[in-house]
């Protein structure tokens, strides 16, 4: 399973870092995504990053602000968020990208082992 953590609140500007620790779950060959959930809205792709190769790709919504690592050795997900914008604050949520479904993908249906989300608000 997946553990997401690290959220709170925020002002604009500010940085924060989200991890999300996984358990349980292989991780070789697949990757590791974030999503994010504003209230009435859908869920978003936000990043992903490649387990093994450490390769990541990002939202254009916050390319250049967020950097997405991992530590294999601690089983670890690790989103930095710099320059926090309000349109940033959502329940933010990290899943397995599946094997076999194409890299790049930004489909939350191509994306599983859901852990629960982490709450990022972000004031102005």
């Known amino acids: 399973q997946l553990q997401a953590s690290g959220g709170g609140l925020v002002q604009a500007g500010d940085s924060l870092r989200l991890s999300c620790a996984a358990s349980g779950v292989w991780l070789n060959y697949v990757g590791l995504g974030w999503f994010r959930q504003a209230p009435g809205k859908e869920r978003e792709f936000v990043a992903a990053v490649g387990w093994s190769s450490g390769a990541s790709y990002y939202a254009d919504s916050v390319k250049g602000r967020f950097i997405l690592t991992r530590d294999i050795a601690k089983s670890t997900a690790f989103l930095e968020m710099n320059s926090l914008k309000p349109e940033d604050t959502a329940v933010y949520y990290c899943?397995?990208?599946?094997?076999?479904?194409?890299?790049?993908?930004?489909?939350?249906?191509?994306?599983?082992?859901w852990g629960r989300g982490t709450q990022v608000t972000v004031s102005s």
């Open positions: 899943a397995v990208h599946i094997l076999g479904r194409r890299w790049g993908t930004t489909r939350t249906t191509d994306f599983r082992s």
